[in-house]
């Protein structure tokens, strides 16, 4: 028969706040995670890395935040614009497993203007 | 400096037809990695190449996927006598090796949709 995918999580921001995404991660050894963007009909685009002995990194309005505790990652965009739509992924790498990147859920961020 | 190539963008195929995806990673690149994408979903980790050598296969399926990276020439991913579930995105992505940050490029994508 055929499968039915699940709904993608929608994140609804005012153009010019703040966002805050969310992940939850499996792999406790995982060396990198890293953030992608997909707009659609896309492919995923790179935004931000962080490696596992860090807590926090900052790039060009954006915040990747790790907490190894409770096994969580968060993007956090700053003054969000338009073309921030898309979908945003998690995916965690490890170096023993081959640089085989596992995805997360995802989740829709919309901009209103 | 081009970035991961992927053809064709689109595809359409009967049930029982094959299909073949190519892809040509960046320049300098000599892995490769292939992504399946449904609607609405993440993507689903398939198979992980070097050149003229399969790494990692875990995500494939048994029968009728296949992939191969030789030595000259892109990679392609193979499926044959396709079935409806096997419309989806696929996606390849590409890096210099383990000794990178683990950062995958990806390509646009082709999309697979069987009738």
């Known amino acids: 028969g055929e499968s039915v995918g699940l709904h993608l999580p929608t994140l609804s921001v005012q153009e010019g706040d703040n966002s805050i995404i969310n992940c939850a991660y499996s792999n406790s050894a995982s060396d990198y995670f890293i953030w992608y963007k997909q707009e659609s009909g896309k492919g995923p685009q790179f935004i931000i890395d962080i490696r596992s002995n860090m807590d926090k990194r900052q790039g060009q309005r954006v915040t990747v935040l790790l907490n190894k505790t409770v096994k969580h990652l968060s993007l956090q965009i700053a003054a969000t614009q338009p073309g921030d739509s898309a979908v945003y992924f998690c995916a965690e790498n490890s170096k023993a497993a081959g640089n085989k990147l596992t995805f997360g859920g995802g989740t829709r961020v919309l901009v209103k203007p | 400096n081009a970035g991961v190539m992927q053809n064709p963008r689109h595809l359409v195929r009967r049930r029982g037809q094959e299909a073949r995806l190519r892809c040509s990673p960046m320049?300098?690149?000599?892995?490769v990695y292939w992504y399946r994408q449904l609607p609405e979903e993440g993507l689903k980790f398939m198979v992980y190449l070097q050149k003229e050598n399969i790494i990692d296969e875990s995500g494939m399926p048994k029968e009728r996927f296949s992939a191969e990276f030789p030595k000259e020439g892109p990679s392609i991913l193979r499926i044959q006598q396709v079935v409806r579930g096997d419309s989806a995105a696929y996606f390849c992505?590409?890096?210099?090796?383990?000794?990178?940050?683990?950062?995958?490029?990806f390509g646009e994508g082709s999309r697979l949709t069987v009738l």
């Open positions: 992505a590409s890096s210099p090796g383990l000794a990178s940050t683990g950062e995958l490029f």
């Open positions: 320049k300098g690149h000599s892995h």
